[in-house]
């Protein structure tokens, strides 16, 4: 089974502070996505990557940029964290493009901002 | 994608068969419909998908009527484990993961 492993699964940190979330995963997949998910709103498509040291705005990109430089390894990152950066945050990779392949979640990291 | 609409909740007797109904009436040809469940704080996780025939995997079945508009995730013997929130979603075949995740049912299966 794919494992997709985010490092961290609950983060408190203070406004202005730059926050780091890492992803991997182990099975070679291309592409890797970055969500964020709150109560009502569902899960929004922040960042994502086809290859290695590409990437693609997502719906939601402002306040947040993106890593990869392995294959197996996307990270997050929050310059300067704030409030509305509260929520849970869900890594997500598949083989290729969606309708025959599967994305597979991380277990999920909660950050709060104080 | 096409819009999917799901009950907002069900129940379940344990050991019984849960059946959560899923209407996608707008949904085209070349769109798949998944089924993911999440429980309580917890990334999602799959389950199943298809596009027109139905199919069968170790933890559900999908049933998918002759004219796509509507689809019935089977979960065959539900445990209290099984209690979750799922979500149907109709995907384009080419997307690159925009997944629009609904309100999905939130399925309590009861001792």
């Known amino acids: 089974d794919v494992k997709v492993t985010q490092s961290s699964r609950y983060l408190v940190k203070r406004t202005g502070e730059k926050v780091f979330l890492e992803c991997v995963q182990d099975?070679?997949?291309?592409?890797m996505f970055w969500y964020r998910q709150d109560p009502g709103l569902g899960l929004r498509l922040i960042y994502f990557?086809?290859?290695?040291?590409?990437?693609e705005k997502g719906d939601i990109p402002e306040g947040y940029s993106v890593s990869r430089e392995k294959k197996e390894r996307f990270s997050l990152i929050l310059e300067s964290a704030s409030t509305n950066q509260t929520s849970m945050y869900l890594c997500?990779?598949?083989?290729?493009?969606?309708?025959?392949?599967?994305?597979?979640f991380g277990a999920g990291s909660r950050l709060t901002v104080l | 994608d096409a819009k999917t609409t799901q009950p907002p909740s069900m129940d379940c007797a344990e050991g019984r068969a849960a059946n959560l109904p899923c209407n996608h009436s707008?949904?085209?040809?070349?769109?798949?419909v998944y089924w993911y469940r999440q429980i309580h704080s917890q990334g999602p996780q799959y389950i199943i998908h298809?596009?027109?025939n139905n199919e069968t995997n170790e933890m559900a079945s999908l049933i998918i009527t002759e004219d796509r508009k509507s689809s019935t995730l089977i979960l065959p013997h539900a445990t209290l484990r099984d209690t979750a929130v799922y979500y149907c979603?109709?995907?384009?075949?080419?997307?690159?993961?925009?997944?629009?995740f609904g309100k999905g049912t939130k399925l309590s299966v009861k001792p």
């Open positions: 997500a990779s598949t083989e290729g493009l969606l309708g025959a392949n599967v994305l597979t």
């Open positions: 099975m070679d997949h291309e592409n």
């Open positions: 990557s086809y290859d290695v040291k590409m990437k």
């Open positions: 707008t949904i085209s040809g070349n769109e798949y």
């Open positions: 298809g596009l027109k």
């Open positions: 979603i109709a995907l384009y075949g080419g997307s690159q993961g925009n997944l629009i």
